[in-house]
């Protein structure tokens, strides 16, 4: 066992591919020499040279295109878009050409790749570089994607990824890179497309996503003292998506609410509301709520930061308001 | 130093003319079979598409398509030059370089036509040609992105240590977006074995590529920014670009780096079946047509003492083959409904969920 930071567990789950197979490269800005700007490569370029881990220029396009020109041709590449807002700048090649290339070509393309990406608000970056975009990934089929919220997902989940036959977008929260968390010796390999129940309880299901697991956990201890005893589930993965999972906790638990840091609309939580509704709506005690932040683009000031995304607190006081209704 | 801008302005582009007919190649080293393969396989291109022009007419082939009559040279003298290894990287306009690589008419036809039988399962259609078998990866719709993605097999190519080269083709308006940049400039630091080529048709879409660029010769003029060479050839001479060809793709398999080169060629028809093409004047529109690359290379082999009935042959042989090709073609079955639901991941399946 051993005790690491989420953004050193990046590092150790690149690593531990990297070792194992020598078609997994690493390309993206800042990456090699630096270490990554969120030192979340830090030490690839030492250990793996300067063939396999690469800094780029500033061009997310040529990023993406290099690696889905190298996956298609016999590589595993890795490459980064250091913050996710940057997608904006090269989403031609996720939405038109990464996701829809096997499909055009009715299956003659194969693309193992993995985009990382530092996602998330909590940071005081201000509206163009605390963005969560897993809703924007999450339209466009043919891509996946994957959003781990301990160190330990994410040295299993990077391997998954890489290990995965189709592109993935690997979502890591820059709100969670200081935050620790045990990890087992060894390979560490876990599976694309489940969640994640983390606190189990019998009157109302919570699922949450990146940063806001931690705090939809520390909600549910506050709603332990309020008589409320909450089942919180990391979704992890929106596609695929363990609906399994998700459906089966709903219907235990009677109650759902979601916690999403992403603006309102149509977020991932809405699809899953959607499912439930379909699905297990006779299974359900009362409304389902959404804990989501409002349909605005981030400020950048802490107090305003704050007050949007959800906290635990708004997140425990919209359970119980709910509860007791 | 302030250099001067460009003498173009726009709405002031004039005609732009074609070259003289010239002889300096007749004497360049190249075999006959050679010559007589690139004869045949613009033949190909020439009649197959003429053939898909028909087939729209029928209204067989739907949606749109972007016909290469007149730029066939270019495709016609990289793909000979090009290893069977090589990586092809063309546009929504490439039917000409997927017929380049050796891939049968009748699976091209048939996707134009959405049929099981085509190139791709009727999924892909005109603008996505793609056969990975012979080393066509892809044509891209999206104007630049390939330019990119043509970087990645190069890399690869470059880190497995397997000489490969990428070839990547573009029309001259696809130098006025941002990913050509990046692509050249990636390709240039990373000395990538890639082989831009720039087919310059003097049109982008509906509006003279002049009118709308910083420089007079769009590929060309922005090489020197990237360190690269600038290169203009005729576009319509099957020798020359196969000279030319051969060139960038000895420089890159030597671990040279990309080459950047401008094909001035002219496109027949519109820029897509919407478009007539009524915005370019008469006069150019009737020099180019008169410098046909088929012309221009008959009459080359023709000089150099080639058999004119062995021209007639081909000819009636690829007619014979495209007509073979359009009953194949029409022949195939729909595709199954069940296909519009596969292959969106690489387990064959498009499930998101369990």
Redesign the interface.
């Given at each position: 066992m051993a005790e690491l930071t989420y953004r050193e567990a990046v590092a150790r789950g690149i690593a531990q591919e990297m070792a194992r197979d020598d078609r997994v490269v690493l390309i993206g800005e800042d990456i090699a020499g630096a270490g990554g700007v969120f030192k979340t490569t830090v030490g690839l370029l030492e250990s793996f040279g300067p063939k396999r881990v690469i800094d780029t220029p500033i061009a997310e396009q040529a990023i993406l295109g290099a690696a889905m020109g190298a996956a298609m041709t016999g590589l595993r590449p890795i490459a980064e878009i250091m913050f996710s807002d940057f997608f904006a700048v090269c989403w031609d090649l996720v939405a038109n050409e990464m996701a829809k290339t096997r499909y055009m070509t009715n299956g003659q393309v194969t693309l193992p790749l993995v985009v990382k990406t530092g996602n998330g608000g909590g940071l005081r970056f201000g509206a163009q570089h605390s963005q969560s975009v897993e809703n924007w990934a999450m339209a466009v089929p043919g891509v996946k994607v994957v959003t781990p919220s301990t160190p330990k997902d994410v040295v299993g989940l990077m391997a998954a990824a890489v290990r995965s036959d189709d592109p993935v977008l690997f979502f890591e929260h820059k709100g969670l890179y200081a935050t620790k968390g045990e990890l087992p010796d060894g390979e560490i390999v876990d599976s694309l497309g489940t969640a994640a129940i983390r606190r189990t309880g019998a009157d109302a299901t919570i699922l949450a996503l990146g940063l806001m697991v931690p705090r939809a956990l520390e909600a549910a201890e506050q709603l332990t003292a309020r008589g409320i005893d909450a089942e919180v589930i990391d979704v992890r993965s929106l596609v695929p998506l363990d609906t399994a999972t998700i459906l089966g906790s709903v219907s235990r638990t009677g109650r759902l609410f979601t916690v999403e840091e992403n603006p309102r609309l149509l977020g991932w939580g809405a699809e899953i509301v959607s499912i439930v509704a379909e699905e297990c709506f006779w299974d359900l005690d009362g409304p389902i709520h959404r804990i989501t932040t409002p349909h605005i683009p981030l400020p950048s000031a802490d107090s305003l930061e704050d007050l949007v995304i959800p906290s635990s607190d708004a997140v425990a006081t919209t359970v119980e308001k709910a509860m007791q209704s | 130093m302030i250099l001067p801008l460009s003498a173009h302005r726009y709405g002031d582009h004039g005609i732009v003319l074609p070259p003289e007919r010239q002889n300096r190649h007749d004497a360049a080293p190249i075999t006959s079979e050679v010559r007589l393969g690139l004869y045949h396989t613009m033949q190909e291109m020439r009649q197959f598409e003429k053939r898909a022009y028909d087939l729209f007419m029928r209204q067989l082939v739907k949606g749109t398509s972007h016909l290469s009559l007149g730029m066939e040279a270019i495709a016609a003298g990289f793909g000979a030059a090009m290893r069977t290894d090589d990586?092809t990287?063309a546009t929504y306009r490439g039917h000409a370089h997927t017929l380049a690589r050796g891939v049968p008419m009748t699976p091209v036809l048939a996707e134009l036509l959405g049929r099981a039988n085509g190139l791709?399962?009727g999924?892909?259609g005109s603008m996505?040609l793609?056969?990975?078998?012979h080393g066509m990866?892809?044509s891209?719709a999206?104007v630049?992105?390939?330019?990119?993605?043509?970087?990645?097999?190069?890399?690869?190519?470059q880190?497995?240590g397997t000489r490969q080269v990428?070839v990547c083709f573009f029309g001259d308006g696809t130098t006025n977006i941002?990913?050509f940049h990046?692509?050249l400039?990636?390709a240039a630091?990373?000395r990538l074995p890639t082989v831009f080529v720039c087919e310059n048709n003097l049109y982008m879409e509906y509006t003279s590529i002049a009118d709308i660029t910083a420089v007079a010769r769009p590929g060309a003029d922005r090489a020197p920014a990237y360190g690269l060479q600038p290169q203009v050839i005729d576009g319509n001479d099957a020798d020359e670009c196969y000279l030319t060809a051969t060139a960038a793709l000895d420089r890159a398999r030597r671990g040279d780096g990309p080459s950047l080169i401008e094909a001035v060629t002219y496109r027949h028809g519109g820029h897509s079946r919407a478009d007539p093409g009524k915005y370019r004047p008469e006069a150019e529109v009737e020099a180019w047509t008169a410098y046909d690359p088929i012309t221009v290379y008959r009459s080359r082999l023709e000089r150099l003492g080639i058999d004119l009935a062995l021209l007639d042959a081909i000819d009636k042989q690829v007619a014979e083959a495209v007509d073979l090709a359009t009953q194949e073609a029409v022949a195939g079955d729909l595709p199954s409904p069940q296909?519009a639901m596969?292959?969106?991941?690489?387990?064959?399946g498009?499930?998101?969920?369990?």
């Open positions: - | 990586y990287f791709m399962g999924k892909g996505h793609t056969s990975v078998q990866m892809g891209y999206i630049g992105a390939h330019l990119t993605i043509a970087n990645g097999a190069a890399w690869s190519a880190y497995r990428a941002g990913a990046e692509a400039n990636y630091v990373y296909s596969s292959n969106v991941w690489a387990d064959g498009s499930s998101w969920r369990n």
